[in-house]
C-alpha cells in the first residue's frame, strides 16, 4: 500500500459519488473554498489524500489544519472515505495522520465520517484510541431527510397541515420568492445573515462568499430570496451535491409572515427539477427537547415531512497532553449553549 496527494479533480469526486455521495465536506469545491479563504495564510493547510492497495484506490480523505486558540488539529470533516472499513486500511492511513499532526504541531486529529451511528463503528474507532469529540452534533451529523422522489402532490400530503397552510398562506398574501448565482446579489444575503446571527446569537460561518463563488462555477449552489411587499425576508444558500440538494446556510427577519415556508417549497421544487432525489433539510435537535437550542428550527423542517438520519458523532484522537485543555474548553462551550 502507498499513500499520495490527489490532484485530479475527476478521480476524486468518482471515488466520493461512489462510496459517500453525501459527504460534501469532503468535495473537491469544499476544499477549494478552504483554500481561497485561507490565501492570505500563505500556508499550507489543505491534503487530499488517497490511499492505494496494488495501485487500487481505496481511501480517500481531504484534511484541513485548523489553527484554532484553543489548539491547532487536523480536521476531516465527513471524512474520510473508506470503500471498506478494513483494520488494515485504516491502520495503515492513521499512522500516516499520526506523523502529519506532529509534524504540523497539532494537539489532536479529528474525524467525523458519514457512517452509521452503530456500536460496531463506534468499538472500531473506540480500538484505535479514539474518544467522543466534546462539541455538539453539528456538520449534518443528525438531519432531516425528504425523500424527492415522490410527486409534488405526494410531498404536500406528506407535510404537517400546519406547513401546507403556511405555504399557501404566503403565496396568496403575495410572497415572491427568487433565485440567483450572481455573487453581487450575495451581499443582501450576508447583510441579513449578520443580522440573523446578531439576534439569535451564533457564530457566523466564515469563507461563505468563497463557497457562493466556487461551487456556483460547477452550478451547485443556489441563493434563494424571500420578499414580502418588496423587503427580504428570508433567504437561503442551498446546495446542490451529486443525489441531494443541501440547506446550508439561512437568514431571516423575525416576521408574522411565512416567507420561510414558500421558500422551502420552492426549494423542493428546483431540487426535483434537478433530479435530485433526496432534500437534506441538515442538523436538527438530536433528542426531544424543547430547551435545545435548535428546537424550534427542528420543528420548522420537520414539518415539511420526511425521516431522521443519524451518523456517527465526530471522534477525536488526541497527539499532546495539551488536548486536555481543548477539551475542557469545547465541553463547557456545548454545555453553557444548551446542547
Not at 51 to 60: A, P, R, V
Not at 248 to 267: D, F, G, R, T
Amino acid at each position: 500500500m502507498e499513500i499520495k496527494e490527489i490532484n485530479d479533480k475527476n478521480i476524486w469526486e468518482q471515488f466520493i459519488n461512489r462510496y459517500s455521495s453525501q459527504s460534501l465536506f469532503q468535495s473537491w469545491n469544499w476544499g477549494e473554498t478552504i483554500i481561497r479563504k485561507n490565501e492570505k495564510l500563505k500556508m499550507k493547510n489543505l491534503w487530499r489524500l488517497g490511499i492505494y492497495d496494488n495501485e487500487e484506490l481505496t481511501n480517500i480523505a481531504q484534511i484541513e489544519k485548523v489553527r484554532a486558540k484553543r489548539g491547532a488539529f487536523l480536521h476531516l470533516r465527513h471524512g474520510p472515505i473508506l470503500k471498506e472499513w478494513k483494520k488494515e486500511y485504516f491502520s495503515y492511513f492513521l499512522e500516516y495522520l499520526r506523523l502529519l499532526g506532529r509534524r504540523e504541531r497539532v494537539f489532536f486529529l479529528r474525524i467525523s465520517p458519514l457512517i452509521n451511528n452503530s456500536t460496531e463503528n463506534i468499538l472500531f474507532l473506540k480500538n484505535f484510541g479514539f474518544i467522543d469529540a466534546p462539541i455538539h452534533r453539528m456538520d449534518g451529523e443528525v438531519c432531516w431527510i425528504l425523500d424527492l422522489t415522490s410527486n409534488e402532490n405526494t410531498i404536500l400530503a406528506g407535510m404537517r397541515k400546519t406547513t401546507r397552510y403556511l405555504i399557501r398562506q404566503a403565496e396568496k398574501l403575495g410572497v415572491k420568492i427568487e433565485k440567483t448565482t450572481k455573487i453581487d446579489d450575495l451581499a443582501e444575503f450576508l447583510e441579513l445573515y449578520q443580522k440573523t446571527a446578531s439576534r439569535q446569537g451564533f457564530v457566523r460561518h466564515k469563507g461563505i462568499r468563497e463557497e457562493f463563488d466556487i461551487f456556483s462555477q460547477d452550478k451547485q449552489i443556489l441563493l434563494f430570496k424571500g420578499y414580502y411587499r418588496k423587503e427580504l425576508q428570508a433567504a437561503a444558500l442551498i446546495v446542490f451535491y451529486n443525489h441531494q440538494a443541501i440547506y446550508h446556510h439561512s437568514a431571516s427577519l423575525p416576521s408574522k409572515i411565512p416567507v420561510n415556508y414558500l421558500l422551502q417549497w420552492e426549494v423542493i421544487k428546483e431540487a426535483k427539477k434537478r433530479g435530485k432525489s433526496l432534500y437534506n433539510f441538515w442538523g436538527i435537535a438530536p433528542i426531544i427537547n424543547k430547551r435545545h437550542p435548535w428546537w424550534g428550527l427542528t420543528l420548522f423542517k420537520t414539518g415539511f415531512g420526511g425521516e431522521v438520519k443519524e451518523y456517527l458523532h465526530a471522534k477525536d484522537l488526541p497527539l499532546s497532553p495539551l488536548y486536555c485543555t481543548t477539551y475542557s474548553i469545547e465541553l463547557v462551550r456545548r454545555i453553557w449553549k444548551g446542547y
